[in-house]
């Protein structure tokens, strides 16, 4: 951070607050806040390099964003509309890279970055406005976030999570600048909050969460209802006219995602997912200090913050948290660490009246400091790909899964562009990211995210989030699909049919296994379309499935494709 923004910074500090040692002229002070800063930076720099990846499902939005610049519309299949994403405002600024020329694959990566920067310094001017410039334990928060391999591996992703993490903690702290001012035109906070909720269907809660004590403090004659009823127009009108046009462009009220991924309350999973957390980064070992911030704070920030993260927990364990690592509970780390830090500054402060344990205070604190950041970072250094994970996959596996499809549909883009594949072949996939995005073929998801007919079929038993639904056989005869992603891996090095039969059961009905080879790799997938059909599109291709009788069960479960 140049030394010619801080300067004004430091400058309003003293100003405001008059504080000015003369033992610590300030160009020391100066110089040790840019040695602060950089120090963040190369330990967030480190994080993202780190814990970079790029995940299969930002392809997704990117589909919709390419088919929006092409004149489709906000679509996953030309002529079907089907809302598969849930991060409305994310598929905007894709579609917007793509129009000037930027890939999203980049552009996408390039914002979450500067995103989790931008959160980062937001963090520390907040921490810094409410405690001085002068105050290390401005420094906390942000230094256990860069060293969160959550907080930094979500920074990439593709996925919208940090812009997202972005804009609700910018809303929360104009809107208490707003309050402290006792604005009558609490407008600005209002505008973010909207941007959240077109970001991701949470930031409804949030809003919700604002506008309750918003409402309470009307009751409690502390604002005006006038200021409430200003605050509460623009995100009315900017999300409940979203509303209106998904209703109106999509024919439902919500996200064909939710649909597909939340079919009821599911407690246990999502105490799973919250108790994984814990266990990975031993977060309970500081939440006291959490609860000893609001206690002895007892300030409208610390209601705000802990309602927050309480409110918002309650939520990530009725849906059963997600399947992705912790990429749902990014949105409060801000909150929650600089709630903790809060409270370890507040039992060293105690020091100032009682004289006599003053020192053992200051130790106390940064022990408190010092096993926070470490064994974050301890955690987020540590592989966990090989792991059980209650279906909760790693950064690692999702890196490992994306990279491989798209490699595989970069693969099969190529032979399109050459000829030798159509663009017309009708897909089905069960990782309906980077292969149907490279391809643009036509796919059928089998999970149901991009798929009504899918997401709305009865669920037997629960499973993986987001997997506990399947594409039947007569669905997938009726869109006659070409290429089933049988194997979840449609591009292999090597003929695995070789000497095995050449039908895999799907539920009670067999389907029928082709292989082809092109250069040194093989096309292999499940296919429900006649003969003449598969001619058309892979005449030009080796046919190499032999005729073989090696039982099925060599590929393990035959009941559900793609596992």
């Known amino acids: 951070m140049p030394l010619g923004i801080i300067t004004p910074l430091m400058t309003w500090e003293e100003t405001r607050t008059g504080r000015n040692d003369p033992r610590e002229p300030l160009p020391v ?3 040790l806040v840019a040695l602060a800063f950089l120090f963040v930076g190369v330990l967030f720099a480190f994080g993202v390099y780190h814990h970079y990846f790029l995940g299969d499902d930002c392809f997704i939005s990117f589909r919709y964003a390419r088919h929006l610049v092409d004149g489709e519309g906000l679509v996953w299949n030309p002529g079907e509309r089907v809302e598969g994403y849930t991060n409305f405002l994310w598929v905007l600024l894709m579609a917007g890279s793509l129009f000037i020329g930027i890939p999203p694959e980049v552009s996408s990566v390039s914002m979450g970055v500067a995103s989790g920067a931008g959160l980062l310094l937001a963090l520390l001017l907040f921490s810094a406005h ?14 256990a976030l860069a060293a969160n391999r959550s907080f930094t ?30 604005s009558s035109i609490p407008v600005v906070s209002s505008l973010l909050f909207a941007m959240a909720a077109l970001t991701r269907p949470e930031g409804l809660l949030f809003v919700c969460i604002a506008g309750v004590l918003f409402v309470v403090e009307i009751l409690r004659r502390k604002r005006s209802l006038r200021a409430g009823l200003v605050w509460a127009a623009p995100c009315a009108l900017i999300v409940g006219t979203h509303l209106l046009w998904r209703h109106a462009y999509y024919g439902a009220w919500l ?27 031993r977060i309970v070992w500081f939440l006291p200090l959490a609860v000893a911030s609001v206690v002895m704070g007892r300030r409208f920030v610390h209601v705000l913050f802990a309602g927050t993260v309480t409110a918002y927990l309650v939520y990530v364990a009725g849906v059963g948290g997600d399947r992705f690592e912790f990429r749902f509970l990014v949105v409060v780390f801000p909150y929650t660490y600089w709630l903790i830090t809060d409270g370890v500054r507040r039992i060293v402060g105690l020091g100032a009246a009682m004289a006599r344990f003053r020192r053992l205070l200051r130790t106390f604190g940064f022990a408190v400091v010092a096993a926070l950041v470490l064994t974050t970072l301890g955690a987020s250094l540590r592989s966990v790909a090989d792991e059980p994970r209650y279906g909760i996959a790693s950064l690692e596996v999702i890196r ?3 990279k491989r499809r798209a490699d595989a549909g970069k693969f099969l883009m190529r032979l399109i562009d050459i000829g030798v594949l159509p663009g017309d072949v009708i897909l089905g996939a069960s990782g309906a990211g980077a292969l149907p995005y490279y391809t643009d073929w036509p796919t059928v998801d089998l999970l149901g995210i991009n798929d009504k007919t899918v997401a709305r079929m009865p669920i037997i038993d629960r499973g993986i989030i987001g997997h506990e639904r399947w594409a039947p056989y007569d669905y997938l005869l009726k869109r006659q699909v070409v290429i089933l992603d049988t194997f ?13 039969s ?53 590929f393990g479960r035959s009941d559900k494709l793609g596992e």
């Open 130 to 143: 409410r405690w001085g410039w002068d105050d290390p334990f401005i420094w906390v928060a942000p230094l």
């Open 502 to 554: 050449r039908f895999r059961d799907y539920g009670s009905t067999p389907v029928l296994l082709k292989a082809y080879r092109v250069d040194d790799k093989y096309l292999i997938f499940g296919s429900l379309v006649p003969d003449e059909e598969l001619v058309r599109v892979f005449g030009r291709l080796e046919s190499v499935v032999p005729e073989a009788t090696t039982p099925l069960s060599v």
């Open 255 to 281: 996200p064909n995602s939710f649909y597909a991924k939340v079919p009821g309350a599911w407690w246990e999973q999502g105490w799973r997912y919250l108790t994984l957390f814990a266990d990975d980064y």
């Open 488 to 500: 979840n891996r449609v591009v292999f090095d090597e003929n695995i049919l070789d000497g095995r």
């Open 153 to 182: 591996g979500w920074s990439t992703g593709g996925l919208e999570t940090m812009f997202f993490t972005l804009l609700v903690f910018l809303a929360f702290t104009v809107y208490l600048r707003e309050r402290d001012r006792d």
């Open 400 to 402: 490992d899964y994306a």
């Open 29 to 31: 002070r100066r110089g």
